[in-house]
């Protein structure tokens, strides 16, 4: 009898040195639907589709496709059986054109050594693309130059043209802009009705609430429980990811706010923004936010080291700052947390103890020479104090999960005592339980008298956390958002211009709604 | 995101300045001999600077199939250290076996299956053991000096012979027969790397190694494959250098391995998107020859070319890699 | 139900740390191999007179390749060295022959090298041109220079240079002569290559500098980030790199009495497989002193192992390029890359 379900991995069971991933894992994604995978990091999500993709193998457990039992699966196989997956990562080689990138390897020739023709190669590359993904971008266009979302449409492109039966799509929309989302959304919605079974990975719970028919949830490398999403909100979900409240997670909001830390005025940079004008005072937290391309991200690296500005004022502390370096920001009490994590806030090959006290030298050393004892003692207060978890303050840091890398760097602006911090996308892509961590420790750095910039585009974390909003639009800020009763829809509606865009704002606040309003 | 993607966005806006600098360079020093020089810009002294650029052309189309397949890192990157000594080496055995009296297609081809060989382990090492190819190939360049002064004895071997001296004097249809091999070379390559599917591998191999082996790419066997390219380039470059030089000469490897570097290097500049390419290694390798025949002409000792050599090339890359490197 | 082997790509870390060990043992064993390999076979080998031979011999590429560890821990390479080494020579052998005394000489030539690594810092940092290409431009020019000075390439001999200066190289610590002809000289060249090199490593290893170093060369961006004042600091490492270069030349020519142009190339290459060497053998693959001697001390015993084993001077390079090969082969085949950088997805 045909298996309803186009795959199935049964009673999954792996485990690595001093880890169980995965503990009896069952799961079945059935043909032309979309199934959502939730759950924290080194829940086993992750681990589940890397069987699948074929890097690694189940110690125990039945794997079919198509009702059939699969023996020994490798990434070549895999591709050959239809299962495609879009990463999180785009890898793409920036100087290739559309039309080279989207046939890379599987050109339209048969020995190495034909001749490519470039013209054929772009008009075809140029009509797959209008026709499964619905993208009218010139084919020779060098892939560096589209943007992030484009990108990804490429990829998804290069997927259905060897005609999968399975797609797996990993966080896809934690770099798009929503419009650039709702149009994935759209063609996954398509590609549904073409009958493939669709794998959604996710920590936007409200997307999957939105947009998959049935969620499969992990906790500890065990599945939890597997439901349809008709009716399901996000509090229930967050609980059997977490075991916890939604609740919980948020710190009381403070009210106090004491003297400016930062002020700026009139600053302007080349072309993501201009005429900025605000200020963070102790004690309160400052949100920002915006489309993309509305310059909030780049307003934050832009005042902590001065790249890309062309006029303005920077004060710090009531004095105004002549030159903006990231070595003076740090010496007079800034810290940044990057929004690129990986390879702009951690050293990866260097251990916790090394990440930890790199702007903090100074502190724990004399005449240039460090003090190993001193700094010992100060980083191991910091891993107990973030509560970060890894074998010890010697670890590569390359080697800890998304949240803990965060708490690493955090731990690093605590150490040299910052004062200002400017945090940039601080929770993306990090597991629910280390978010909870780093909304408190944010809590009780305000609480010392810090001041908090902080730069998010998850509107939720944004609305409970800051004191204050400034929206961004285009490159200015035209909205500032205060109280204790400003709502997402608030929010929302500023970023896409007020007004203007009326049809988007109202669409995207209506879908906002139904899964936050229990929040708020 | 939104910064990486507007990284990228800028960098991109400049490549019309970036194109034409590497020409407008060329042509500034060009114009600047033509001044100093009456002789500098006839034809007879043209066709002089494309002959004695064409061994140095010839190798450095291999060097550069290896900085493209290698990326742009400094260390990590593809180079290749021993090709110039794969070159001093296979004109060495040439013109020994000649000189002992080995048939010249014997001599030929052992020179030729030596440089294949050397390429393939220099392959195996990079692509296989997976050893850096700076080190992989620096230690491959110290074992082949070795070899060379073992079967040269570190004297110059010279020797005649009727094919040597045609292809070294001869000319078909108007044009030296170095030059002819330093276009045919110069074509091939070019239509390999930049029109066909094998080509497009390396560039992508080179621009983000983790995109093409996601894209089905075989980079194990595409890297490899340049290092024997590479080797084969330098056979023929030896064949030139047996043929004009009437057999070999010791130290010509070291003489050269910073000359080819350059070369491969410097063609970034006249490319759109600073990457190595063949078109551009051949105008550097013409650059280099150009700069060394206009000071001859112009009466100026050889060691100043080095100098003039080290700052303009110097002054030309500061605009390119601007580009590529961070703003830090 | 179906099984198959645990296949593993990404390591998890105790596994990798093994990995690493392995390599960094495997690197060892060769080198001591051929230790033992020239002990065995060539009986004047292992004896206190020729292996302070050894010593003495080495102390000059040890110098330049401690001087090239500040650049290679930074992220850069320095291949100008080669002209570090040869204006310290220069300055000083002209100076001396001026009649300048040896301590100014000394100092003016420590600063020519100085200069060549602002060169350097000006075109990385400000010009912002790749380490590699930089110095090769440097390479070139300061070459050069150097024909240019001596008027082709000619050799500078001083034979009656001040006896101070000529201590420098030549100078021993002492010399034990026993009765059947075993003579030790140990050379003062050895002590200020010691004495360099525990600077050196004391501040690569214990001073905020050497952290900063390390952290550029980690991850550039990252260190800028955390407040690192990039610019600076690799300005310090090609400075330093130069002046300590420029000693080894001055070191070199007093041990030649003379000045030859463009000597500093036959150090290039060995210093910077010197220094790979080093990074080889070390726990985390940083570039590090110890294991940079290691390295020189590795040359020099080849060197002079096959020197005395009777070997033609020729086979030398044969050797060497063939050694460094397995050694790297070993290191590839047992250990994990180590250079690899982030897996692209997040663990579990």
């Excluded at chain 1, 799961?27 to 681990?47: D, M």
């Excluded at chain 1, 590569?396 to 999960?401: A, E, F, K, P, R």
């Excluded at chain 1, 608030?490 to 995207?508: D, F, H, I, L």
């Excluded at chain 2, 006249?270 to 150009?290: D, I, K, Q």
């Amino acid at each position: 009898m045909r298996s309803e379900y186009v795959l199935e991995m049964l009673k999954i069971d792996k485990e690595f040195p001093g880890v169980k991933a995965l503990q009896q894992v069952t799961f079945q994604l059935r043909k032309g639907e979309i199934h959502g995978l939730v759950g924290e990091n080194g829940a086993g999500k992750s681990t589940l589709m890397k069987i699948l993709a074929g890097i690694y193998s189940p110690d125990r457990g039945e794997i079919r496709f198509e009702g059939q039992v699969q023996n020994r699966l490798t990434p070549r196989l895999v591709a050959q059986k239809g299962i495609h997956f879009i990463h999180q990562e785009r890898h793409v080689v920036p100087y290739l054109t559309v039309a080279e990138t989207l046939f890379l390897g599987i050109e339209p020739a048969f020995s190495p050594f034909k001749f490519i023709n470039r013209k054929a190669l772009v008009k075809e590359a140029e009509a797959h693309l209008r026709k499964t993904v619905g993208l009218d971008i010139p084919g020779d266009k060098p892939v560096g130059e589209l943007t992030v979302g484009e990108q990804q449409l490429l990829q998804v492109c290069r997927a259905l043209y060897h005609r999968p039966k399975v797609i797996v799509f990993d966080e896809p929309t934690a770099v798009l802009a929503s419009k650039e989302a709702d149009r994935l959304f759209e063609i996954i919605r398509e590609l549904r009705r073409q009958n493939i079974g669709i794998i959604y990975i996710s920590h936007y719970l409200n997307e999957i609430v939105q947009l998959c028919d049935r969620i499969t949830v992990f906790r500890n490398g065990t599945k939890v429980d597997t439901l349809e999403t008709k009716g399901l909100d996000i509090e229930r979900i967050v609980y059997l990811m977490v075991g916890r409240e939604i609740g919980e997670q948020f710190p009381v909001k403070k009210r106090t706010a004491g003297e400016p830390l930062l002020r700026v005025e009139g600053l302007t940079h080349i072309d993501q923004f201009r005429n900025i004008r605000f200020q963070v005072r102790s004690g309160e937290i400052v949100g920002v936010t915006g489309l993309m391309g509305s310059g909030h991200t780049r307003l934050g690296q832009s005042i902590y080291d001065g790249s890309g500005l062309t006029g303005g004022v920077l004060e710090l502390n009531g004095r105004v700052l002549k030159r903006i370096r990231s070595d003076k920001a740090v010496s007079s009490g800034m810290g940044y947390v990057p929004e690129d994590r990986r390879n702009r806030g951690i050293l990866q090959s260097m251990s916790v103890r090394e990440n930890i006290s790199l702007a903090s030298l100074k502190n724990i050393s004399r005449a240039g020479v460090v003090r190993p004892s001193a700094e010992r003692r100060k980083v191991d207060e910091l891993i107990e104090r973030l509560d970060i978890r890894a074998p010890g303050r010697e670890a590569v840091v390359n080697d800890l999960s998304g949240g803990n890398q965060q708490k690493v760097v955090l731990a690093r602006w605590l150490s040299s005592g910052a004062k200002l911090y400017i945090l940039n996308q601080p929770t993306a892509a990090v597991d629910v339980g280390a978010k909870a961590e780093i909304y408190s420790l944010i809590g009780s750095l305000i609480e010392q008298g810090a001041g908090v910039l902080l730069i998010s585009q998850d509107l939720q974390e944004l609305v409970r956390l800051s004191d204050r909003i400034l929206v961004m639009y285009r490159g200015e800020i035209v909205q500032e958002l205060e109280g204790d009763g400003i709502t997402v829809e608030q929010v929302m509606v500023a970023m896409m211009g007020g007004n203007e865009n009326g049809t988007s704002g109202q669409r995207a606040a209506n879908g906002m709604e139904s899964a936050v309003s229990d929040q708020i | 995101m939104e910064q990486a993607v507007n990284a990228l966005r800028t960098e991109w806006n400049r490549p019309f300045l970036i194109k034409y600098s590497g020409y407008a360079v060329f042509i500034l020093v060009a114009v600047y001999f033509s001044f100093r020089s009456p002789s500098f810009l006839t034809a007879g002294n043209w066709i002089n600077i494309l002959v004695q650029s064409s061994v140095l052309g010839v190798v450095s189309c291999g060097m550069t199939a290896i900085l493209i397949g290698g990326g742009n890192h400094v260390i990590k990157g593809g180079i290749d250290l021993s090709l110039a000594n794969n070159l001093a080496l296979n004109a060495a055995i040439s013109a020994v076996m000649i000189g002992k009296g080995y048939p010249v297609w014997a001599a030929l081809g052992a020179a030729l299956l030596s440089s294949a060989a050397i390429g393939f382990v220099n392959a195996l090492a990079v692509a296989v053991l997976k050893i850096i190819p700076l080190l992989a190939t620096l230690s491959m360049m110290y074992l082949l000096q070795g070899v060379q002064l073992l079967l040269t004895e570190n004297k110059v071997v010279s020797v005649s012979h009727p094919l040597l001296s045609s292809i070294a004097n001869d000319s078909f249809l108007l044009l030296p027969i170095p030059l002819w091999f330093f276009i045919a070379v110069g074509l091939l390559m070019h239509l390999l790397f930049n029109h066909t599917v094998f080509g497009n591998w390396v560039y992508a191999v080179g621009g983000n190694r983790q995109a093409a082996e996601a894209a089905g790419v075989r980079v194990r066997l595409t890297l490899g494959a340049t290092y024997v390219i590479a080797a084969l380039t330098a056979a023929i470059a030896g064949l030139l250098a047996a043929a004009r030089l009437s057999g070999s000469v010791p130290g010509i490897g070291d003489a050269m391995l910073l000359d080819v570097l350059l070369a491969g290097l410097m063609s970034a500049i006249f490319s759109r998107h600073a990457v190595p390419n063949m078109f551009g290694t051949v105008l550097s390798s013409l650059f280099v020859g150009m700069l060394s025949n206009g000071f001859t002409l112009i009466n100026v000792p050889t060691y100043w070319v080095y100098a003039v050599k080290g700052s303009m090339i110097l002054a030309a890359v500061a605009v390119t890699t601007t580009q590529q490197r961070s703003a830090v | 139900m179906s099984r198959t082997l645990v296949k593993k790509r990404s390591l998890s870390l105790p596994v990798r740390n093994l990995g690493n060990e392995a390599g960094r043992y495997g690197t060892l064993a060769v080198l001591f191999g051929v230790f033992f390999l020239f002990a065995v076979t060539a009986p004047s080998f292992f004896s206190f007179g020729n292996l302070s031979n050894v010593l003495s011999q080495s102390s000059v590429l040890a110098i330049v390749a401690v001087g090239l560890c500040f650049v290679v821990a930074s992220g850069g390479i320095d291949l100008s060295v080669a002209v570090s080494f040869d204006i310290g020579a220069m300055t000083a052998v002209l100076l001396l022959k001026s009649g300048a005394g040896w301590l100014p000489s000394m100092l003016i030539g420590l600063a020519a090298g100085a200069l060549v690594g602002l060169l350097n810092s000006f075109l990385v940092v400000k010009a912002k041109i790749a380490p590699f290409l930089a110095t090769l431009g440097t390479l070139f020019i300061g070459e050069s220079m150097e024909k240019i000075v001596t008027k082709g390439g000619e050799p500078v001999y001083f034979p009656g240079m001040s006896e101070a200066f000529k201590w420098l190289g030549r100078g021993s610590l002492f010399v034990w002569e026993s009765g059947d002809g075993t003579r030790i000289d140990f050379k003062f060249s050895i002590v200020i290559a010691a004495a360099v090199a525990a600077a050196a490593y004391f501040l690569l290893s214990r001073t905020v500098l050497g952290r900063y170093l390390h952290a550029i060369g980690a991850q550039k961006e990252a260190a800028a980030l955390s407040g690192v004042p990039v610019k600076r600091y690799t300005a310090y490492a090609f400075v330093l790199c130069g002046l300590i270069c420029s000693l080894a030349g001055m070191i070199g020519s007093s041990v030649l009495t003379s000045y030859v142009p463009m000597s500093g190339r036959y150090y290039l290459m060995d210093a910077i497989g010197a220094v790979f060497i080093g990074s080889m053998l070390h726990r985390k693959g940083y570039v590090n002193v110890p294991g940079t001697l290691v390295g020189v001390l590795f040359f020099g015993i080849l060197a002079n192992g096959l020197n005395l084993s009777g070997i033609h001077f020729y086979w030398q390079s044969v050797v060497r390029g063939g050694v460094i090969f397995a050694i790297l082969a070993l290191n590839s085949a047992i250990a994990n890359r180590r250079l690899h950088t982030a897996k692209s997805n997040p663990v579990a």
